[in-house]
Each structure stands twice: as C-alpha cells, then as structure tokens.
C-alpha cells in the first residue's frame, strides 16, 4: 500500500492553474522524485502535501488518511527556502523544533545529539545559527526535518549550497531513510541528481504529469539510443554528423561529447568517424539517454518509444 497518495488534484491561484489534475503514489522504502523546471507546480503540489494549503479538486491520502492538521506530525519537510532562527543556538533551536512535533525534551536532546555527531557537527551545539555558513545552516535544516523520524521525509531542493563533499554525505543519509523504510519525496529541477538517487519518478510541466513510474523502467523503454565519447582531438566531425541528421548533440565539452543516434543510425558509424577525425578514443560508451533528454522527448512529444506516451 503506498504511503502517500496524491489522487487527481488541482490548484489554481487566480486565473493561473498551478497544479492541473496531478495523481501519483509513493511508496514506503523507496525514493519518489517529484521533477520538473522551476514554475512547474512541484512547490505548489508539495504545499498541498503538507496541508499549508489544499487543493481545489481532488484528494491527498497519507498512510490512507486525508491530509489535515493529524498527519502534519508523521512529515518531514525541508522547503525550498529556508527558515531558521539565526539568533538562536543550533541546539537549543533544534530541541524547540522537535518539541513542536511531539517529542518529550529529553528524547529531542538525545535526537538533536545523534544527529550532529551524524553530520560531523558536534561542536555545532552551542553556536548561534548566524555563525554558519549556508552550507552548515542546511544540514541543521535538514536535521530538523527527520528528528522527530517522520514517515514522510519531503527534500525540496535539499542539496542547494552544499559542496560535493557534503552533498555526498547528504545523499548518504537520505539513503538510510529509505532503507529503514521510510518514503522520501524528493523535488528538483536537477536531472542528474534526482537519476543517481531516486526509484521512482513524476516529471511535470505547467502543473501537468507528462510521464510517472520506475525509473530504471523508463529508461529501460526509451532503449539503449544514446553515445558518450572521450576523445583526444577536435570536435567538427560532431557538426558534421549532426547537419547529416545521424545524431543530435546532447553535450558537449573540450574532448568529452554526448549524443542520440538519430535514424537508425548505428553506434559503430559514430566510433568509425570519430576515429577518423581524432587523435585518439579513451572511452565509448552506448547507453540510455540521460534523464534530462527523456524530459525533453517527454515535453515536446518527440522522440517517445512506442508504448510510453507522455501523459
């Protein structure tokens, strides 16, 4: 049974649609990416989730029951943007704020504790929020999303301002939330991050669901269609290519380049003139398309493989 349920839902601000007849399922265990580019409805669906507001038509299920002021408590949300007191300690901050989810005192210390010694933090305790950097003031945020071990863990954009090194340990945690058997909501317009995390996808465009399900399963339809190549040498055999409507270039930088095959176009014609053209070939490799390139056959309607059309 999923956890979460959003069933036909729509919001309109005004005479703008934010949200136009959205339906998805999240699952327990597993991370469900709510996709798409800024001003697609991601936030305004998120908001309806969490019942800061509720939709015009439509129903939002969690663990089966309506949303409402109950199931607050069961969500964790990490917004967009942030909030914190930058006053006030991270400690003394992070206590109130599980306190206000339900946890007694004594079990929030020993939680807000546990979970700066997780994110190497420890000494963070008796600082005031406004002597971190950005980047420190997003794991305390993050913190006080899942200290109080919700159900739901809602991630709006979670790794904005930290580095690689962070984010890696981010992406660490939220990967423990899932296998203890949480559900993870994970919204962003970053296609390469949401296609090394998430199970599940929705990619929306104008508030609309134009394609939904496992990932490994959409991509597993679109075909192996896609090249990516490391060269030593130039690049204009890619021009040339392109202008013969054999491949579309979908990147592209000084020795790196990735393209869709084009018109039955084979992969060993790519190889052959790229060997033709440059001093060497250190990698090759015939893959799915990226995730990013799937949202754009998706929203266009070109390019989609028989059986899976955009909704």
């Known amino acids: 049974m999923p956890l979460l349920q959003v069933d036909h839902v729509t919001k309109r601000y005004s005479k703008v649609t934010a949200v136009d007849d959205v339906s998805f399922v999240a699952q327990p265990g597993r991370i469900f990416g709510l996709l798409g580019p800024n001003g697609a409805g991601k936030t305004s669906t998120i908001r309806m989730i969490t019942y800061i507001t509720v939709p015009d038509t439509g129903q939002i299920l969690l663990g089966g029951e309506p949303v409402g002021p109950d199931t607050q408590p069961r969500m964790g949300y990490l917004p967009e943007e942030r909030g914190l007191y930058r006053k006030l300690k991270v400690g003394e901050q992070l206590v109130y704020l599980a306190r206000l989810k339900g946890m007694p005192r004594a079990h929030a210390e020993k939680a807000v504790v546990h979970w700066l010694d997780r994110f190497d933090a420890s000494d963070w305790y ?162 799915e398309p990226p995730l990013d390139e799937i949202f754009r056959m998706a929203v266009s309607g070109k390019g989609m493989p028989a059986g899976l059309e955009a909704a």
């Not at 490994?216 to 055999?237: C, H, M, Y």
């Not at 392109?242 to 930088?253: E, F, N, P, W, Y």
């Open 126 to 287: 008796g600082k005031k929020v406004e002597a971190l950097s950005k980047g420190m003031q997003q794991k305390v945020q993050f913190i006080a999303t899942v200290i109080h071990d919700p159900e739901l863990v809602i991630l709006d954009e979670p790794f904005s301002g930290l580095d690689p090194i962070n984010a890696e340990l981010l992406q660490n945690v939220v990967a423990e939330l899932r296998d203890s058997g949480r559900t993870v909501l994970f919204a962003s317009h970053r296609m390469e991050q949401v296609e090394q995390i998430c199970d599940d996808i929705c990619l929306i465009a104008d508030g609309r669901v134009i394609l939904s399900g496992p990932i490994r399963e959409i991509k597993r339809q679109f075909g192996a269609n896609t090249v990516t190549l490391v060269f030593d040498g130039p690049d204009s055999w890619l021009d040339a290519l392109a202008a013969k409507q054999t491949i579309s270039i979908l990147s592209r930088t000084t020795g790196y380049a990735t393209a869709r095959l084009l018109h039955e176009t084979s992969p060993r014609d790519v190889l052959d003139a790229a060997l033709g053209a440059v001093q060497n070939v250190t990698h090759f490799e015939l893959h």
